[in-house]
């Protein structure tokens, strides 16, 4: 009987060598694979086991984290005023990941990238608890504030963008209505209650959209600096204040329909000057009919259309199209038609008007810190085009000065400072049943000629009279509220 | 032949010599280890976990001392030559069990579903129960050839044991599909691991008998013996009752282990290869027959050929009648996220496999928390005790002592395979446990049980031979000598 039991023997062995090597399989080969995998949900115990870096405005952290008691999360994630900073911040939560800096910056923030390994090595060692780094942003609590608070009161779906023209740094972006992104940190039922409310499908407000960012308007009249800077730069006029080539009534080529204005205004060989302060429709139409498709692509490019911007989070691209016809392209020249921005995007056609024509990359990040506040990166302004000569800008500025001192803009008049700006108001919908958006752009220039703002509003109040919506009604106030609060905060 | 022209000498070739040292105190010695490791490993969950020595640290250990203790001294009265590596490894691997399952009733998590707390106290119970029927073993089985008397009373016990979960109001369906639970009062019992050793005394005295019979009485085809087709009886009856319980109870993991004994017993009683070749293509047939109409068991075998898919699928909620687990992705999970070194003790999250994490998952706390490295040691220690098992039934002199003491040994090492491949997702997983480590009282008594009756086989195989009676013959050859 023995040699059968040597064999048994054998096979017995070869039972545990099969589940040794399984194992070395599972846990050497695999492993990697495995742990890392993100059902595999020790990879959110992990990351929600120290506590989040914060993000900070103005040296202050506009974020914080408390300690749960229920669950395998540790750590939740809180956030101060999160309404009004959520368009910077984005959300964490236990339940449904991150969005915007918060996800873009994660690394940071959890701790685990790669640029925190000597610190996390170093804290190991020295027995600390591991903590994610902070991140600085460039935002100016005043300015947010003015402008989270301007459109809160105004009451209607809106959105703002701010930026210092110079250096491209983002000082305010706001979106109303918004949510607190505190209320959905956590993973229980009442953060699951909130999530369901605010999602698009059962709330139409869409309050988690950041519309300074990631939606798209039409920006009407105000595009027509745009349209102005493609005129100069491409030398069909030189200077503001010659007559232009524009026949009052202009019937738009390839159609019977003339390229009406806004009532009875003074726009037949309009100067440029004149044409901005009044918002002439003809004359930009026709401006844009002169220039052509392509070079009023190429100019709506310089200034950043078409392109995502990542400030670091990322950015609906603006709209300008190509192969248009000839009456088309007209339309579109006066912000109508296809042509759809972002904001932030006018807010950069605003900057580098006022930055004396040179564009700088918006960015809302100033520096990466460590836990304690050492520097790890710290971003430097970057140049990002050039749409316009400083000569033609500062034609453009003295007529956008106009528009403020003289024309549609003379809300957003600031007691001793230069403002230079631009109503808008976009007609949208089938047959503009909708009512139109309320747009403002304008900037700044402090008395040494440094420009320390632009500014970028858009309102749409479904609730006011149709009439009554105009750039320089509706959104001016706020644009100066914001330019004010930067003007403030430097002094 | 003279003493003289040759000088008497020992023939220890053969095992268990006469004069064989009964190595008691090396398993002492190797006891001192099994008791120690498991206190320090006590230690450290606690360190992990709550930042301090655990508070029964002193009383755990001197529990698990006292234990051990008092088995040995049962060994050193009634088995003085029993194998000396058995008693420790099974101490270690029980130690080892409890602290894993102290370790998982301080989860939160499995406390709210009801999977932990006080676990740990109810295992030193059963061990205690363990080391009592152990020791029993050892007082009252003082010659396991005894058992032989049984050999058609076990198969009736064997028989009722088994189909004890399919009786109406006393089987349990405490986990997804498998019926082999019964519940008497508030505990639940799973006759099967009592129904291993009873049936490896039916299946070992059968056979002895019968070994001839099957040995002997065959036709040569094809290179195999093939059997007659009246002695194929027997293995068709056994091999029926498997089909049985996996249908009935769907318990792949069961009906393997009986079976796969049956055959390793026959193998050996008949030192035929053919049975063996039998025993897989009937295993094979009646799997893949059972798996593909029995929806239980076809739900186990798409968890193992794709778990993620069943994670998917109960995460969703998805209803079909059939009850999806995401247990085999989490014991995955855990296993990778273990790695070489493991997480150290408390610092793992098994506990996300919830419903028996505790018991049948608890190779995957081992996994997590003590790495490959803790895993392979682990899965050593079980070969060694099949090992030897095994060696005891080389050394046994009687075939009864042979028959048993492989069968037991097999099933263990099957029941090893069958857990321990299915946690680890290389076959499909049944509703069994690890032997030793795993929580529940019906295991961890009938496995010391088991070690009780190997240690008696070994005892009697090492006990020197008593010296031979004087024979008249030898006395009168040896009256012829020279001068």
Redesign the interface.
Known sequence: ?????????I???L??L???I???W???V??????E?P????VL?ARYATPRGDIIVGGNPITGHTETTSG?FKFKRTYKDGAMWAPVTGFVSQAYGANQLESVQDGILSGTDDRLFFRNTLDMITGKEKEGGNVVTTLNAAAQKAAYEGLKNQGGKGAVAAIEPSTGKILALASFPSYDPSTIAGGSTSDEEAWKKLQKKNNPDDPMLNRALREVYPPGSTFKVVTAAAALENGLYKTADEKTDSPLPWTMPGTVTPLKNEGDIPCKNATLRVSLQWSCNSVFGKIGYDLGNDEMLEQAKKFGFTTEQFTPVRTTASVFSEDMAPSEVALSSIGQFNTATTPLQMAMVTSAIANNGTLMKPYMVDELQTHNFDALEKTEPEELSKPMSAENAQILQSMMETVVQDGTGKKAQIEGVKVGGKTGTAQHGVDNSENPYAWFISYAKLSDDSSPVAVAVVVEDENAVRDDISGGGLAAPIAKSVMEAVIDSKK | MSSTTNPPTHHTSTIGAIGAPSRRNTELALLVFAVVIPVFAYANVGLAINDEVPAGLLSYGIGLGLLAGIGHLAVRKFAPYADPLLLPLATLLNGLGLVAIWRLDQSKLLQQIGQAGGKATNQLIYTAMGIALFIAVLVFLKDHRTLQRYTYISMAGALFLLLLPLVPGLGADITYGAKIWIQVGSFTIQPGEFAKIVLAVFFAGYLMVKRDALALASRRFMGLYLPRGRDLGPIIVVWMISILILVFETDLGTSLLFFGMFVIMLYVATERTSWIVFGLLMSAAGAVGVASFEPHVKTRVQAWLDPMREYTLSREGVQDGIVHSEQAMQALWAFGSGGTLGTGWGQGHSELIRFAANSDFILATFGEELGLAGIMAILLIYGLIVERGVRTALAARDPFGKLLAVGLSGAFALQVFVVAGGVMGLIPLTGMTMPFLAYGGSSVIANWALIGVLIRISDTARRPAPAPAPSPDAEMTQVVRPS
């Open positions: 009987m023995n040699k059968p039991l040597r064999r048994i023997a096979f017995c062995g039972l545990v099969s589940l040794l399984r194992d070395n599972l846990q050497y695999k492993a990697d694979t495995l742990r995998d059902h595999n949900r020790r115990i395998d």
